[in-house]
Nanobody, 122 residues
Framework: QVQLVESGGGLVQAGGSLRLSCAAS????????MGWFRQAPGKEREFVTG????????YYADSVKGRFTISRDNAKNTGYLQMNSLKPEDTAVYYC???????????????WGQGTQVTVSS
């Protein structure tokens, strides 16, 4: 199995940027597709973006398309989420997850990190 640890969350003003990292350990990171999810208070967890095992293919939720960029460095066993033009509605706990089946919202994500808080002030 693979263990995931997110970092990089924090407080930022609207219009600002943050970069989240997801460090993987355990089994070879490159065996897994990766996704980012988020959960705001009182709301269900939602898919944000996903990336294939090689990094060659990505998938974005409409709400973040053009603002967020997912990437990965398999040599460093780390995934990233670059978030630009942040809005107050992006405030949530962000989770990275690993999947052996795909990188879209319908894929089965077996492994999860503990989450990192992102707060965007208006």
């Amino acid at each position: 199995q693979v263990q995931l640890v997110e970092s990089g969350g924090g407080l930022v003003q609207a219009g600002g940027s943050l970069r989240l990292s997801c460090a993987a350990s355990g089994r070879t990171f490159s065996r897994y597709a990766m996704g980012w999810f988020r959960q705001a208070p009182g709301k269900e967890r939602e898919f944000v973006t996903g990336i294939s095992k090689s990094g060659g293919s990505t998938y974005y939720a409409d709400s973040v398309k053009g603002r967020f960029t997912i990437s990965r460095d398999n040599a460093k066993n780390t995934g990233y989420l670059q978030m630009n033009s942040l809005k107050p509605e992006d405030t949530a706990v962000y989770y990275c997850a690993a999947s052996q089946t795909g990188w879209d919202p319908r894929s089965n994500y077996n492994y999860w990190g503990q989450g990192t808080q992102v707060t965007v002030s208006s």
